[in-house]
């Protein structure tokens, strides 16, 4: 192989490297969520979404997650994400106190018989709400495996 040929194929990988790094940064701007597509890991969700199938996310206003969306969340700083059912929206909660202006979550696999309090108080154990800002996105499109 000559020097020409194998100069092409590193260039033909990397704009095809770079098209679709484009494509993912384009679609986060769009949906405004940092994980644009995520894939059901567990049965958690059954009958609604089974292991393998894709969920596409979009997170415009934060504050705008009401009961019965399938929300995706991270307490972990975006290594681990969750994807549950909103059971329930607490607005303007009191926290330590102080009156809060965000919402406040908790949330429940349709296929799991208890809430995710126990996954928060894991995280923290001051922690009794999902926060808006764990938000990863809400599910808008779903895809079967």
């Known amino acids: 192989m000559d020097i020409r040929r194998l100069l092409q194929r590193v260039f033909t990988f990397g704009m095809i490297a770079a098209s679709a790094l484009v494509i993912w940064k384009s679609s986060m701007l769009v949906t405004g969520s940092e994980s644009p597509v995520v894939v059901a890991l567990t ?11 894709l969920v596409l ?17 991270s307490l972990s700083q975006g290594k681990t994400f969750v994807m549950h059912r909103t059971v329930h929206v607490h607005r303007n909660a009191v ?17 799991v018989t208890v809430d995710d309090l126990p996954v928060y108080l894991n995280a923290n154990p001051n ?13 808008n ?5």
């Open 141 to 145: 499109v779903y895809i079967p495996y």
């Open 43 to 53: 049965n958690s969700m059954q009958p609604t979404l089974n292991r393998g199938d």
């Open 57 to 73: 996310l979009k997170l415009g206003n934060r504050e705008n997650v009401h009961r019965g969306d399938i929300t995706v969340y």
């Open 127 to 139: 922690m009794r709400w999902l926060r808006s800002e764990h938000l990863v996105g809400v599910g």
């Open 95 to 111: 926290c330590n106190g102080n009156a809060t202006s965000d919402a406040s979550f908790l949330t429940k696999g349709d296929n």
